[in-house]
């Protein structure tokens, strides 16, 4: 069964500081990554993606992700955390030539000052 | 700004009592998808249209339906509401479902109360 992992319920973080956001995937083929982020009481917005080509993908508010064919990871990274990057975060996949999306179960990054 | 709009964004029924959740859309997608969200778990994909083309998900119970007159508006039918629908329910967008490679754009949902 194609599934998505994010292992850390939970990330805590202090500002400043760097911040990874781990997640791996099982979907044959070469599929397409993704991460959201979704605030309180907010819908899912987009971060960035992963298609083809360079392995280090940059996104919005400063996130890049690493991509890792070998341990069929994508985690989230960013070099200095802000409280304002306190969310839920969400890794998907989508296998090609397919429009649904297989979401891990979010994590939850906390930034305390 | 093209997004995607859903109202109302709170929304009280009783229990059995029908209720419908709208969804608007300016960026001409041909895909719209609604998803259910408890308690900060993953979306749920509930269903999906491709252009008129209805695709309901295996497991999505036949309590939920789904209208879309034209391409910007799509709603979400209860017909008879249950204490575990209540949630967050959330309307997104692609340009193709061919073109996987897209990130689907998501409204800020409607959260659903049921007494």
């Known amino acids: 069964a194609q599934s998505v992992a994010q292992p850390e319920d939970q990330v805590n973080v202090a500002e400043g500081n760097p911040l990874t956001v781990k997640c791996t995937y099982s979907?044959?083929?070469?599929?397409?990554l993704f991460w959201y982020v979704q605030y309180p009481n907010r819908g899912l917005q987009f971060l960035l993606k992963?298609?083809?080509?360079?392995?280090l993908v940059k996104g919005s508010y400063g996130f890049e992700a690493e991509f890792n064919k070998s341990q069929t990871s994508f985690h989230l990274k960013k070099p200095s955390a802000l409280v304002s990057d306190s969310a839920l975060y969400f890794c998907a996949v989508s296998p090609p030539s397919q429009g649904n999306l297989i979401f891990g179960k979010g994590t939850k990054l906390s930034v305390k000052p | 700004d093209a997004m995607v709009i859903q109202n109302p964004r709170y929304q009280v029924t009783q229990f059995g009592k029908p209720v419908t959740l709208s969804c608007s859309q300016t960026?001409?997608?041909?895909?719209m998808y609604w998803y259910q969200q408890k308690s900060s778990q993953a979306p749920k994909l509930l269903f999906h249209?491709?252009?008129?083309?209805?695709?309901n998900e295996a497991d999505t119970p036949d309590n939920f339906q789904s209208r879309r007159p034209n391409t910007s508006f799509c709603f979400l039918d209860i017909r008879s509401p249950g204490l575990g629908d209540a949630a967050m329910y959330l309307c997104?967008?692609?340009?193709?479902?061919?073109?996987?490679?897209?990130?689907?754009?998501f409204g800020d949902g409607t959260r659903l109360s049921i007494l």
């Open positions: 960026l001409n997608h041909n895909v």
């Open positions: 979907v044959s083929g070469n599929p397409y």
């Open positions: 249209y491709y252009d008129k083309d209805f695709n």
């Open positions: 997104a967008t692609s340009g193709d479902v061919s073109f996987s490679n897209q990130p689907q754009h």
């Open positions: 992963y298609i083809t080509g360079d392995n």
